[in-house]
T-cell receptor, first 111, second 114 residues
Framework: TQLLEQSPQFLSIQEGENLTVYCNSS?????LQWYRQEPGEGPVLLVT?????EVKKLKRLTFQFGDARKDSSLHITAAQTGDTGLYLC???????????FGQGTTLQVKP | ETGVTQSPTHLIKTRGQQVTLRCSSQ?????VSWYQQALGQGPQFIFQ???????GRGNFPPRFSGLQFPNYSSELNVNALELDDSALYLC?????????????FGSGTRLTVV
């Protein structure tokens, strides 16, 4: 059983479209992180969300933490081919750096 | 400031063999964590080293072992390789063993067991 369920598992869209990916759990988290991983590379941290209801923006990426701190979403506006990659959410149960990841959403943006 | 460096980048081993993977942590980082990532999945925590001691372990058998050296670099050793050990092995380093200090991942070692 996955502690973090990410959906969809795979998404293929055209450049310029908008999309949202989700990270859900039945557990409450003190914080959640989002990473992007490109083929042949390690994950790169995009953002950490801490407060319930928090919204953070990173250029065309908008991250939201659910009010109950059990779920999070990532919305990309006007996707570009450079957004292609594996998007992972993760949490750290004891704030000790031992991350638990979801299975990821593979995003393919076609030109 | 150099990032996290892993070697080798790719490796092919035969079932039953042993393998050693290496990680040089980012300058100033004393904590190293290792993860296994199967194809199409998220990384799974193997173990963490802090000041040369194992500081927590995930759900992996004892044939997965590690070391951290005084310069904070680290090794991951896997004995009696199985086909299911084929994966991308990622190393991540941090200045402290806490999430809020931020983790930097290396590009990984792709291990194929045949």
């Amino acid at each position: 059983t996955q502690l973090l369920e990410q959906s969809p598992q795979f998404l293929s869209i055209q450049e310029g479209e908008n999309l949202t990916v989700y990270c859900n759990s039945s557990s409450v988290f003190s914080s959640l992180q989002w990473y992007r991983q490109e083929p042949g590379e390690g994950p790169v941290l995009l953002v950490t969300v801490v407060t319930g209801g928090e919204v953070k923006k990173l250029k065309r990426l908008t991250f939201q933490f659910g009010d109950a701190r059990k779920d999070s979403s990532l919305h990309i506006t006007a996707a570009q081919t450079g957004d292609t990659g594996l998007y992972l959410c993760a949490f750290d149960p004891g704030n000790t750096g031992k991350l638990i990841f979801g299975q990821g959403t593979t995003l393919q943006v076609k030109p | 400031e150099t990032g996290v460096t892993q070697s080798p980048t790719h490796l092919i081993k035969t079932r039953g063999q042993q393998v050693t993977l290496r990680c040089s942590s980012q300058s100033g980082h004393n904590t190293v964590s290792w993860y296994q990532q199967a194809l199409g999945q998220g990384p799974q925590f193997i173990f963490q080293y802090y000041r040369e001691e194992e500081n927590g372990r995930g759900n992996f058998p004892p044939r997965f072992s590690g070391l951290q050296f005084p310069n904070y670099s680290s090794e991951l050793n896997v004995n009696a390789l199985e086909l299911d050990d084929s994966a991308l092995y990622l190393c991540a380093s941090s200045p402290q063993h806490a999430l809020n200090y931020g983790y930097t991942f290396g590009s990984g070692t792709r291990l194929t067991v045949v």
